[in-house]
């Protein structure tokens, strides 16, 4: 049998401020999991997303070190253009750091970019709506 993507894993140093950040983009985490080691949410298709804290890495991996810079990046769509803006803007207000304001990108999406907490890139983004040429 092949391998099968099923987690996705986020090394974290504050698990509550992480979890925080990714509620606020719309997983239902349990506010018990904020005082976890590891946590674990299932997204659409099965898929897995982890959360794991520093200590619990080292418990396996004792030299184990942050990277410096997030090494990840996730991307959650938006249901419209005007969403996006919004999410990003409640994101900002909320004191996490952007990395790029949403704008119009050439390949037809409206697209913004903020760091989680641990400096991962989550990319926000929904399609542009179709513009039809006057002719």
Same mark, same amino acid.
């Given at each position: 049998?092949?391998?099968?993507?099923?987690? =996705?894993?986020?090394?974290?140093?504050?698990? +509550?401020? +992480?979890?925080?950040? @990714? *509620? %606020?983009?719309? $997983?239902?985490?349990?506010?018990?999991?904020? +005082?976890?080691?590891?946590?674990? &949410?299932?997204?659409?298709?099965? /898929?897995?997303?982890? !959360?794991?804290? =520093?200590?619990? =890495? *080292?418990? &396996?991996?004792?030299? !184990?070190?942050?990277?410096?810079?997030?090494?990840?990046?996730?991307? &959650?769509?938006?249901?419209?253009?005007?969403?996006?803006? +919004?999410?990003? %803007?409640?994101?900002?207000?909320?004191?996490?750091?952007?990395?790029?304001?949403? !704008?119009?990108?050439?390949?037809? %999406? *409206? @697209?913004?970019? /903020?760091?989680?907490?641990?400096?991962?890139?989550?990319? $926000?983004?929904?399609?542009?709506?179709? =513009?039809?040429?006057?002719?």
């Amino acid at each position: 049998m092949k391998p099968r993507l099923n987690v =996705i894993a986020l090394v974290v140093s504050d698990m +509550s401020r +992480s979890l925080a950040f @990714y *509620r %606020q983009l719309g $997983l239902d985490i349990p506010a018990d999991a904020d +005082s976890q080691p590891h946590v674990e &949410f299932e997204l659409a298709g099965g /898929i897995r997303l982890a !959360w794991d804290d =520093i200590a619990t =890495i *080292r418990t &396996f991996d004792p030299g !184990w070190e942050p990277p410096g810079h997030g090494q990840v990046g996730l991307a &959650f769509e938006c249901a419209s253009p005007s969403d996006v803006d +919004s999410a990003y %803007q409640d994101l900002v207000d909320a004191g996490y750091k952007s990395h790029m304001a949403p !704008w119009d990108a050439f390949w037809g %999406q *409206r @697209y913004a970019v /903020i760091n989680d907490p641990d400096g991962n890139g989550v990319d $926000l983004y929904a399609p542009l709506p179709a =513009i039809s040429a006057e002719t």
